[in-house]
């Protein structure tokens, strides 16, 4: 921008300072907008389809705004995706299936605004993904392994950063992914020999990312409030430590017992790649 | 962290060809500039910040048709910015910016607002509650969204000459609404310092 002199530059100089304190977003604005809109891109550039996009940015407004009945309609999506992983959904609508993105769109419409419920339905999609996971390395479904895999870290982000600054529900979700982490060690490790090393590396990646997600949230403990992904920015003001609750908390050694996968033969070596990670994302970038 | 024009067409090349990191780049570079045009012309931060949303998820659905032959990519983006306020101006039946930077100005005063900050920013919201809308648009897109005359052209479907028209008219208006003439320049010589932070990225 030009600077003019006199009165121009002392009108710039208080256009600048409007901009910056009335104008700019939020730290947590800025972090909220940059986990929808990268969860978008993912689904998108995934399925190399952008129909249903401006529905699903709407969908965000809608459930900012939700009442009671989105709650309700919670507790049915619960209950519906337990009933969808026990006995399978539609063929199209299974991981790496056409309408797979769809499914998980549709998911993200009732899901309650915030609070106990959020993180109860988030759980549950972590879990639900979780399942696909395993049934698709069962069956060597490359595809389909990592459109789950993609789709658990999207949940687990979102699940953290619904959670910011409530210390009891990034406990739950931190179990949750300890759990998690344990399992898909297991997998990995007992891979059918017909499946393709791809399928390794993505377990193997999606290890590495949860072990880095636990380390974060580790090492946040008794700081600020936790952000999800490596390009969430941190929060302006740092919120008070969280209350320890040790009944909730296991160490991290202490690693619940895997859940047995029925997949059989170890396979090759893992050969884990490291993801992007945008550089100086937390600086302002304003053009 | 500043990119260059080169930067930008190669990280939209990467974004264009499935490259999430690359888009992740892009938002990360032009998402507050977005953000505060969009906060200039809408009433509520959260429609400001649906609006951004949705300017990028357009972004991804344009990027396989984007082409820039010699259009600034960020000219291009902020054209999809302004047809997002435009329709939901249009849509929500609201009067998007004439009171609304104006009533933007009380009550929600964060910690880093002082007093006298804020009755200086009061008068700024005022000031350009009173500018045409052409002229509002110029200022938001030069001075809020930190566009070049050019980006802020084709943002607007103008030519560059007539966005610096709207814009010497807009401040010499914006000067006469908030008194500022060079005897009060002079005075403010002896005041003192300012308490906000400003800076001019020239």
């Given at each position: 921008m030009q600077v003019s002199i006199g009165g121009d530059l002392e009108i710039e100089q208080r256009l600048d300072a409007y901009a910056l304190v009335r104008l700019s977003p939020t730290e947590r604005a800025s972090a909220r907008m940059r986990a929808r809109i990268m969860r978008e891109a993912r689904l998108s550039m995934a399925a190399g389809s952008t129909a249903s996009l401006p529905r699903s940015i709407y969908t965000v407004r809608a459930r900012r705004r939700g009442g009671l009945w989105r709650r309700g309609a919670g507790l049915l999506l619960a209950a519906g995706l337990s009933l969808a992983v026990a006995g399978g959904a539609m063929a199209a609508a299974q991981a790496g299936g056409p309408l797979y993105p769809t499914r998980l769109w549709l998911e993200t419409?009732?899901?309650?605004?915030?609070g106990a419920a959020r993180t109860d339905a988030d759980l549950v999609r972590l879990e639900a993904r979780m399942q696909e996971v395993i049934a698709a390395a069962r069956k060597g479904d490359r595809a389909a392994v990592a459109a789950a895999l993609l789709a658990y870290q999207e949940i687990a982000d979102e699940a953290l950063l619904a959670a910011t600054g409530d210390a009891a529900a990034i406990d739950r979700v931190r179990i949750a992914l300890d759990r998690h982490l344990a399992v898909l060690e297991a997998v990995a490790a007992k891979l059918?020999?017909?499946?393709?090393?791809s399928i390794g590396r993505n377990i193997d990646r999606a290890i590495e990312r949860n072990g880095a997600t636990l380390d974060r949230i580790e090492s946040n403990k008794g700081g600020p409030a936790t952000q999800p992904g490596p390009a969430a920015k941190p929060d302006k003001t740092p919120k008070p430590a969280a209350k320890p609750t040790p009944a909730l908390v296991p160490a991290r050694t202490q690693h619940p017992q895997p859940t047995p996968v029925v997949v059989e033969p170890p396979k090759g070596p893992p050969d884990p790649k490291p993801d992007k990670t945008p550089p100086g994302h937390g600086g302002s970038q304003t053009p | 962290m500043t990119i260059d024009d080169a930067a930008i067409e190669r990280l939209v090349a990467e974004a264009r060809s499935g490259d999430q990191w690359a888009f992740g780049m892009i938002f990360d570079h032009y998402h507050e500039s977005v953000y505060r045009f969009i906060a200039s012309r809408v009433q509520r931060p959260s429609d400001a910040e649906d609006l951004t949303q949705l300017v990028f998820v357009k972004v991804l659905e344009a990027l396989p048709r984007y082409e820039s032959r010699g259009v600034p990519f960020g000219g291009w983006l902020f054209r999809l910015a302004r047809n997002a306020v435009i329709d939901f101006v249009r849509t929500r039946h609201e009067h998007s910016d004439l009171e609304a930077v104006a009533e933007r100005s009380h009550g929600d005063a964060g910690p880093d607002e002082i007093a006298i900050v804020r009755q200086e920013l009061d008068a700024v919201g005022a000031a350009l509650a009173t500018l045409t809308d052409e002229q509002r648009e110029t200022i938001s897109l030069r001075f809020f969204a930190g566009l070049s005359a050019r980006e802020a052209a084709e943002a607007m479907g103008k030519q560059e000459g007539t966005v610096r028209g709207l814009q010497f008219r807009a401040i010499a208006a914006l000067r006469r609404q908030l008194g500022i003439t060079d005897e009060a320049i002079a005075g403010a010589?002896?005041?003192?310092?300012?308490?906000v932070g400003v800076t001019n990225d020239g």
């Open positions: 419409i009732v899901l309650p605004a915030d059918p020999p017909q499946a393709s090393e | 010589e002896f005041r003192t310092p300012r308490q």
